[in-house]
């Protein structure tokens, strides 16, 4: 048993070359079945058969679409691009914010680094400036007055 697509797939006429315009040309075989379900472009109405295609074919909207297929593909065509444009630029912008919240992790580690770095600094300085205070607290003129004593 065959599956069946339930997507419809997009109509496209086909482009003489000679004339310079789009004629229609039926996907179908005649009188083929279970075949692929098209919709056109110009009022999105679908079609599956030989017979409904005909009969879409000679609709006003359908001639005028005809007629104008090269504007509305240059329009689709533009639209699509314009949104390659953006979806690139989108991704360029992405990969950059990206890039940059990982230098912003990397600093801000760095930065704790450096924070504990002078913590400990200024912990060791500390202590060097509690053992300099004791040291001062033995003046030279104390000990040179003891040497006086002990002279005499």
Do not use: W
């Not at 599956?3 to 004339?19: C, E, G, H, R």
């Not at 992405?94 to 801000?108: G, M």
């Not at 001062?136 to 004593?149: G, K, L």
Request: net charge negative.
């Amino acid at each position: 048993m065959e599956v069946l697509n339930d997507k419809p797939t997009i109509y496209v006429p086909q482009f003489d070359a000679d004339s310079g315009r789009y004629f229609d040309e039926s996907p179908f075989k005649l009188h083929s079945r279970n075949n692929v379900m098209y919709t056109c472009l110009c009022n999105h109405s679908h079609f599956n058969t030989m017979t409904s295609f005909n009969t879409h074919i000679k609709t006003k909207s359908h001639l005028k679409f005809l007629v104008n297929y090269k504007l509305y593909i240059k329009d689709t065509e533009d639209a699509q691009s314009s949104s390659n444009d953006y979806q690139s630029k989108y991704e360029l912008a992405d990969r950059r914010c990206k890039h940059l919240t990982k230098n912003i992790s990397d600093l801000e580690k760095e930065i704790a680094q450096h924070k504990l770095l002078n913590l400990i600094l200024r912990y060791q300085l500390l202590k060097m400036d509690k053992f300099e205070d004791c040291s001062d607290t033995i003046d030279d003129s104390d000990v040179d007055s003891d040497q006086q004593e002990e002279s005499v």
